[in-house]
């Protein structure tokens, strides 16, 4: 987990090879990558450089990611329906 | 970045610009041969990229190659402002009948590139635009025209020169300005610009200072001129904690967070922003604050970037906090700096509140920066509040906490 970031992943996402394959693309501070069963991780040293794009929101679907901010009493980014 | 003067001779004779006879020697030997192949009285300058050089014993004259060798030898081993000599410029003794300045450089209020010739040469320019302002002419001129004649005719003439000196200077002051232009320099300068007892001209010293960030450009003519990537050129040699600067900067492709000179103060700067570094620095000073660093940030470096800095300038003996300022950003955003700042204080093992002075970066993402700085405590400003009275509080807390 990040000083400032921390990104939630539904465990059905990261199970998900394509979804997987997705994430690791769209962020582009390289948050995500993709493991070696396909499926997805988080980087934690990479979480504090999170831009707050939200791409990986757009790209998951609904609840599959969730971005939040530790320095702004736990405000999130988040994709609900 | 600087060049010796044998290399910077050798870019002016790219533009035929007159020079002495000559050529460079490593050894004493080398010297004695020289000398010998030249005939007559030589001159022996040692190759050094500092100033101060005939005043230190680098310049010298010898009338015989015995006694060149002999002078070599002397010069060879004479440090200057700590450097060692890289070899030595072995030229003609000229007979010169008068000295005359050609130099040209940027004027950063004008934002134009300004011509500046004086009848009196072989002394510092600045001094004789001090105690004798009548004898320097200058002219501003653009970089998106070809540098005309009639410019530098206009200039040499308005100091009196007329005939064939006017003529021929006219040239000289022409080839100076398109090197200037052609090779990105900052600074390239002919004093002395001896006129000898012949009539004819030559540069007998000058100085070349290429932009850093146009070396890229020129690789085939510093190649040409065996001027390593590698070789820094700078004034001195960096210090460790400049080195470790540049790694810090290396660390990835994101923004600049790296380039930094070492001072000797106590209130470490992390500054930036399209030329506010400078002002900023001055506004330190000016408010009696001893910066112990200059630094540029910009471009939207990393956070982790951001961090490493912050924990090189507070790694540095001496400094007691760090003061965060930068003019108004755009393309750099301001929580990700802020994160970045906050961290590396905290991974330091300090406090942010009590280590950061004060944090004044308006711009991009402003408020969400904002956010992270009032969770860690650490006092901050907008655009409201002005550079200087941003420096004027880094420095008081400063002082107070000592």
């Given amino acids: 987990m990040g000083m400032f970031i921390r990104v939630d992943l539904d465990p059905k996402v990261a199970a998900q090879a394509d979804l997987a394959k997705k994430l690791a693309e769209v962020c582009p501070v390289n948050i995500f990558e993709q493991s070696a069963d396909g499926g997805a991780r988080v980087v934690p040293e990479n979480e504090d450089e999170c831009v707050l794009c939200e791409l990986c929101v757009q790209a998951a679907p609904p609840r599959g990611v969730r971005v939040v901010k530790l320095y702004d009493e736990g405000s999130s980014l988040e994709r609900l329906e | ?402």
């Fill in chain 2, 1 to 402: 970045m600087r060049f010796y003067e044998f290399e910077a001779k050798k870019l002016l004779a790219r533009h035929r610009v007159p020079l002495p006879g000559g050529g460079t020697a490593e050894t004493p030997a080398d010297t004695r041969r020289l000398a010998q192949e030249l005939g007559g009285p030589v001159v022996l300058k040692s190759q050094v990229l500092t100033g101060g050089r005939m005043k230190a014993g680098g310049v010298r004259f010898a009338d015989s190659p015995r006694e060149a060798e002999r002078e070599a030898a002397a010069i060879l081993a004479l440090e200057i402002g700590g450097q060692m000599p890289r070899c030595l410029l072995v030229e003609s003794k000229a007979a010169v009948r008068r000295e005359y300045y050609a130099g040209v450089t940027y004027d950063a209020l004008a934002k134009l590139p300004v011509i500046i010739f004086s009848d009196m040469g072989g002394i510092d320019i600045e001094e004789v635009a001090r105690e004798h302002p009548e004898h320097v002419a200058k002219v501003h001129f653009s970089t998106l025209l070809p540098v005309s004649d009639y410019k530098a005719k206009e200039l040499v003439r308005s100091l009196g020169v007329g005939g064939g000196e006017l003529t021929a200077l006219t040239t000289i002051v022409t080839r100076l300005a398109r090197a200037f232009v052609e090779y990105d320099l900052t600074l390239a300068e002919i004093n002395p610009l001896g006129q000898l007892e012949d009539g004819s001209f030559v540069a007998l010293d000058c100085h070349i200072d290429m932009e850093d960030e146009a070396r890229e450009r020129h690789a085939a003519v510093l190649e040409k001129l065996g001027i390593s990537k590698d070789e820094p050129r700078q004034a001195r040699p960096p210090t460790d904690f400049e080195l470790r600067g540049a790694q810090v900067d290396a660390v990835d492709h994101r923004g600049v967070a790296g380039r930094v000179v070492e001072f000797d103060g106590d209130l470490g700067l992390v500054i930036g922003a399209g030329g506010g570094s400078l002002t900023i620095f001055d506004a330190i000073r000016k408010h009696g604050g001893r910066p112990a660093n200059y630094c540029e940030i910009g471009g939207n470096p990393s956070v982790r970037k951001a961090a490493e800095l912050t924990k090189l300038i507070l790694s540095k003996p001496g400094v007691d906090k760090i003061a965060v300022l930068m003019n108004v950003v755009s393309n750099t955003r301001v929580d990700i700096v802020a994160r970045g700042v906050v961290k590396g204080v905290v991974e330091s093992g300090f406090d942010p509140a009590e280590k950061i002075a004060i944090f004044r970066i308006p711009g991009a993402w402003e408020e969400e920066g904002f956010k992270i700085l009032r969770k860690y405590g650490v006092e901050y400003c907008d655009r409201g509040v002005s550079m200087s009275e941003a420096a004027r509080r880094a420095v008081e807390k400063t002082k107070a906490s000592v």
